[in-house]
């Protein structure tokens, strides 16, 4: 049976991941968004934020990342909702499949196409000036906390796939995703902020998020930020994971 879904969601793979390379502009729009935010931020702003010792596009790399993730997950959530609405879902009810494999393949091909779009950015940023001298288990590390990032989000983008009324819908759930970073440790010290936005930006998972990679990027002890991120990534995904599930399964009912 474990073969059986290995086996399948391969092949569901395959067909998404054609799909990509076929349209390798979502990738590259997906990408354009968070380096014209990088550009902005550097090259407008930055002189006006004090950051201490640390550069600018330093500080600031670690939230486009995850804006990066954010953006890419609604085309997930759009991919899956014009499958629903083709019959394509039907088709794959009738074949002797795991049901549950269409959907992790919709969930592997947004990591690969979100990885993509994170090398370009960080491609990016190293022609802006981004250095690190973090070592290899760092960058792994940093790594490991972006695709547990994204497969949180993406869980969440295929309830908002399967649920949605409207193509237009199925991407909006992504916005106020897109916008945590802003109101975080991502663009500027949470210090600066008047109190109830502060208790707001220290206390939601991006902040915890960004401070680990950015602690990793640096060569700075990790902090307890570490845990708080994981446990935000984790929980985030094993919820959003059991809604998709039971959310697709009163869809094929």
Known sequence: MTTHFFDDTAVLLGRSLRHITRSLDTIITT??????MMLLFVYVFGGAIDTGPVSYVNYLLPGILLITIASGISYTAFRLFLDMKSGIFERFQSMPIARSSVLWAHVLTSLVANLISLVIVVLVA????FRSGAGLLAWLAVAGILVLFTMALTWIAVIAGLSAKSVEGASAFSYPIILLPFISSAFVLTDTMP?????FAEHQPVTSIVNTIRDLFTQQPVSTDIWIALAWCLGILIVAYAFAMATYHRKIA
């Open 195 to 199: 109190g109830p936005v502060r208790a």
């Open 126 to 129: 190293l022609l802006m000036g």
């Open 31 to 36: 990408a354009v968004m968070p380096i014209a």
